[in-house]
């Protein structure tokens, strides 16, 4: 049996407090920063792959305070 919430179409992802890609703290990446941006767009590339998306591109939207100007332009070149 299906379970009910894949009967329902998935074609937005929205995130929030994922994190700065660019900034470092105390001289250190975010590794988890980077591992919840990839897990978002796992995310939308397995609901289109399993027919969740019904065949349409899942978009990602992602806010944080701490984007600056070269964290949105990464994430644009994503898509």
Not at 5 to 24: D, E, M, N, Q
Not at 34 to 43: K, R
Not at 62 to 74: G, I, L, M, N, T
Request: proline share 3%.
């Amino acid at each position: 049996m299906q379970p009910r919430f894949w009967s329902s179409t998935i074609t937005r992802i929205v995130a929030f407090g994922l994190g700065t890609l660019g900034k470092a703290e105390f001289g250190n990446v975010s590794v988890r920063s980077y591992a919840q941006h990839a897990a978002m767009l796992t995310m939308a590339t397995i609901l289109k792959e399993k027919g969740i998306s019904k065949g349409r591109d899942v978009q990602c939207f992602a806010q944080d305070p701490w984007y600056d100007e070269k964290d949105v332009e990464f994430l644009r070149g994503l898509g």
